[in-house]
Nanobody
Framework: QVQLVESGGGSVQTGGSLRLSCTGSGRTFSSYTMAWFRQAPGKEREFVSAITWSGGITHYTESVTGRFTISKPNAKNTMFLQMNNLKPEDTAVYYC??????????????????WGKGTLVTVSS
């Protein structure tokens, strides 16, 4: 059974930092693209960032560019999202996801094959 498990969420003040982790198990994710999505209360799930299985290509949504960094060290089944200079609008449940393809600049949650259960990030002003 495939599982993606997120960790690292929490509560911080504006300007603070958090690092999210996602670990996959149940299959080899070496050929999968991995991504982060988030869903704020009352809003639709939105794309945050993605990384190829090798870690060589990354993509970010504009609102987090320059503040968030996605990484996948050693192309293993663990992915990280370093989030710096957090803002209240970053408050959301953050989900890890995996997909069999790379979608360039057009990421839709419906294209993802596997999902984690999410980890809550709360940023207070």
């Amino acid at each position: 059974q495939v599982q993606l498990v997120e960790s690292g969420g929490g509560s911080v003040q504006t300007g603070g930092s958090l690092r999210l982790s996602c670990t996959g198990s149940g299959r080899t994710f070496s050929s999968y693209t991995m991504a982060w999505f988030r869903q704020a209360p009352g809003k639709e799930r939105e794309f945050v960032s993605a990384i190829t299985w090798s870690g060589g290509i990354t993509h970010y949504t504009e609102s987090v560019t320059g503040r968030f960094t996605i990484s996948k060290p050693n192309a293993k089944n663990t992915m990280f999202l370093q989030m710096n200079n957090l803002k209240p609008e970053d408050t959301a449940v953050y989900y890890c996801a995996a997909a069999g393809g790379w979608y360039g600049s057009d990421w839709d949650s419906g294209a993802m094959d596997y999902w984690g259960k999410g980890t809550l990030v709360t940023v207070s002003s």
